[in-house]
């Protein structure tokens, strides 16, 4: 077997609480050290690398697999929090192919984790989780970059001891969360067990099995989802919406289908009317770099699925984060307009008559607080991508019964005005960015001016 030309690249979200490593994971992958460029080592934006087979394969330690594995690379997506993999949709649902979640075998599992692992059921997406920062276990003997069984037989027995239960502690908060797993060596289906990997993403042990198990996933199930039809108009997710010297409003975009060329008329979801335009340069960041540190990005002629770009084109002001991409010709103008206008509309029209005001920073994420609301019963009168704005709060003000003039705001500000504005309301105010954390809130509140 060799790779196959008609695969798509199958895009791999990294996700997890705060600090848990999602961002020195990918850094430890790509041999490269994002993390110590980044301030406070917070990861400020979306990005996306790509990571060609043959480094997965070199980094597995084992050239000889290279045979065995059809798919081209993996595409990570790394963010923070959740905030990819609700953006990250297609039509009907999420866009990622697979993902891992990253837990801190040190800290357990925390809201993040659990709202990552939540989402992902949901969408029915094919996991791992991995147990990081294991070095950090007391008299940890660190074995650079090696495969986690080989590594473990060197520790002593202490250590051992200690890693097996906080291990055991991962797996037990996993069965509380309704999901069956257990350390991948011992996973026999991953579509019914959730394989566990301890790793450190600093000392790079555990990597090797990490990646082997992720190639094995994609291999195994979905290679018959990755076939695409390169030749075929380009279909991507707006990541972010950015400002650039000399390009002006330009957007960061997910391709998950089809080819995207300069010169291309694209359509652009937007609160308002769909946005028509013409790309005026495809900007790609080098392979094995990382798209948000690399500023010296490559123009091309023309991308292919999947990838992470950049594109500068006129009137982009008004893209939306999570919303669609998608090239159109003469003929088939008219149908692509409506499909990103219908895309967007699904979200913000379906709401009721009287009920409370959500915000939301992208209409992925959007969606998913409309959803779980929806669970929950409680009505949605507006819903909206956005800062929340003194017009928000204005709106809100008027309202008459007290529950509903209420804000929920998701992975959201509240912007100066607003917030000058609200001290002279009785509107209430719900943000963070941890959904089901927004709903328990706005419950308990409810309760305590009920009692
Ligand atoms: P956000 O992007 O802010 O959500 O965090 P993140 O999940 O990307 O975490 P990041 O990779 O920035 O790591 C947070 C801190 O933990 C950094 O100081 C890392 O050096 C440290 N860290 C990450 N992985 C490991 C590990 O395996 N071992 C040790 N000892 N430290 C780690
Ligand atoms: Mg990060």
Redesign the pocket.
Known sequence: MAVKDDLRTPIVCVM?H???????LLDNIRGSAV?SGEAG???QHIGATEVPIRSIVDKCGNPGLLDQFVVPGLLFIDT??HHAFTTLRSRGGALADLAIV?VDINEGFKPQTIESLHILKQHKTPFVVVA??I??IHGWNPQKDSPFMASYNKQSEHVRTSLDNKFYEVIGELYNHGFSSDRYDRVADFQHNIGVIPI???TGEGIPDLLMVLLGLAQRFLESNLHYDATGPGVGTVLEVKEERGLGTTIDLILYDGTLKKGDTIVVGSLDEPIQTKVRAVLKPRVLSEINVEDKFKQVSKVTAAIGVKISAPNLDGALSGGSVRVATPETLETVVEEVRSEVEAVQIDTDQSGITIKADTIGSLEALVNELKKEDIPIRKADVGDISNRDIVEVSAIEDPFHSVIVGFNVNILPDAKEKLRSTGVKLFMNDVIYRLIDDYKDWIKEQRA
């Open positions: 997890g705060v600090d848990h490593g999602k961002t020195s993390v080592a917070i990861t923070p929090g990253i990081n920062k070095d950090k450190s993403a600093i």
